[in-house]
């Protein structure tokens, strides 16, 4: 049997960059008896999703929900806009910026990697004159896609998606643009339409507060045009099927409903927050991530302070010591995780998840345990970022919103 409430008194602190924690009244509203996903009840539930993911996309366009992790809509959004052997431009902002990379090439696609030279290039954001520059050399328009991240949960780092619409139209260039916000939507402020996007690829374990296990894929019109011609093979991710049975609240296959109950309640809460104030939030309670890091006199992953993530903060420990024995420090004394250093940034630095549901005192918890966690691990820290943190936040008067 597999032991699941190994967990000591209290609650456990998951406190990494997704899966965020699930609210208590998700959970509730998952735990509704499944439904015949072809009666009737079901469309009500099927159209009300549908609609309010669009919300938060800020999308007019159909939003496309895979029984998937985050990993299937990537896989969704290049199969169904691509053909073998098409040239896609890619930008290395991080550990899942360089895995979609990967992906390209396990499908077939010809991905060309640029960004910024080694370890430092992990502590920016992306360069949109870089993706102009070299779009402007692509003058027969081979490559068809740009695809970038967002918010790189690896990092901390969050680009601008609307400069890069502007590189590309700078440069007159015909390309797709594919966006990961995996982790950024609902937390950060991101904008499908305005900003001209043509895939959008997001996941439900992170500010949507919801278990893993349901992705999207927001389609803008010219991504519907070219999944018309696009040669790669796909079956399972195709949205043409699903769209069209979407129309009346139904999928082609079986749905998963409990996460779709669980989407549901998450949409009333999102949205009956407001999401200026849901950005808001995340902002805030970032800014107070930061101020700790740096009272404790330690580096913030993300150097360029235009690009700091409203998610998560990567926290780099010393030369010389292990971030995964500080943040092993911390879970076994006190029941908290944090993210770990991913690729080139692994044992160099840990990650402090504050999406989704989290406010003051979650934060303030949070931080108190990488402060007690810090100090046993034997690093030297300047000052007390706890009490910076309190001092921020507790000087504001910011209203409780109930949604
Ligand atoms: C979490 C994440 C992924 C991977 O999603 P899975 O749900 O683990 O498949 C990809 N990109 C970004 C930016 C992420 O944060």
Redesign the pocket.
């Known amino acids: 049997m597999v032991k699941l409430d190994f967990h000591p008194a209290g609650r456990h602190f998951l406190q990494i960059?997704?899966p965020s924690p699930v609210p208590d009244r998700i959970l509730r509203a998952m735990s509704y008896p499944t439904i015949d996903h072809r009666g009737p009840e079901f469309a009500e539930l099927g159209l009300k999703v549908l609609d309010g993911i669009k919300q938060v996309f800020k999308t007019k366009h159909p939003v496309v929900i895979y029984p998937?992790?985050?990993?299937?809509?990537?896989e969704a959004a290049l199969c169904n806009t691509l053909s073998a052997g098409d040239s896609v431009l890619m930008f290395e902002t991080?550990h899942?910026?360089t895995?979609?990379k990967k992906m390209a090439e396990s499908l077939g696609l010809k991905p060309e990697f640029i960004g910024l030279p080694g370890v430092e290039g992990w502590r920016q954001g992306l360069k949109p004159e870089m993706i102009e520059a070299r779009l402007r050399e692509d003058s027969h328009h081979s490559i068809k896609a740009v695809c970038v991240?967002?918010?790189?949960?690896?990092t901390g780092v969050t680009s601008d998606i609307a400069a890069v619409r502007k590189a590309i139209d700078a440069a007159g260039h015909p390309a797709l643009l594919l966006v990961?916000?995996?982790?950024?939507l609902a937390s950060a402020d991101y904008r499908h339409d305005e900003w001209g996007v043509d895939v959008t690829?997001s996941?439900?374990?992170?500010g949507l507060m919801l278990p893993?296990g349901i992705?999207f894929n927001a389609v803008s019109p010219k991504a519907i045009e070219a999944s018309k011609n696009a040669g790669l093979p796909r079956s399972f991710w195709a949205w043409d099927e699903i769209i069209e049975m979407n129309k009346t609240g139904y999928w082609p296959y079986t749905p998963s409903t409990n996460l779709l109950y669980g989407l549901s309640e998450a949409l009333d809460m999102i949205l009956g927050e407001g999401l200026d104030n849901v950005f808001a939030r995340h902002n805030r309670l970032a800014e107070a991530c930061r101020i700790a890091v740096n009272a404790w006199g330690l580096q913030i992953q993300c150097a360029d302070p235009s690009v700091y993530s409203p998610?998560l903060t990567g926290v780099m420990t010393p030369d010389g010591v292990d971030a995964d024995q500080v943040r092993k420090i911390i879970y076994e004394r006190f029941d908290m995780s944090l993210g770990t250093g991913l690729g080139k940034m692994k044992g160099r630095m840990f990650r402090i998840g504050h999406l989704g549901d989290c406010n003051d005192l979650t934060l303030m918890a949070t931080l108190t345990g990488c402060e007690m966690g810090l100090k046993m691990a034997g690093i030297k820290l300047k000052a007390s970022g706890v009490v910076a943190a309190m001092d921020f936040l507790g000087s504001q008067d910011v209203p409780l919103r109930r949604s």
């Open positions: 960059p997704g998937a992790s985050g990993t299937g809509a990537w991080g899942f910026a895995l979609w991240v967002h918010n790189e949960t690896s990961d916000t995996i982790s950024g690829i996941g439900s374990q992170k893993p992705s998610v």
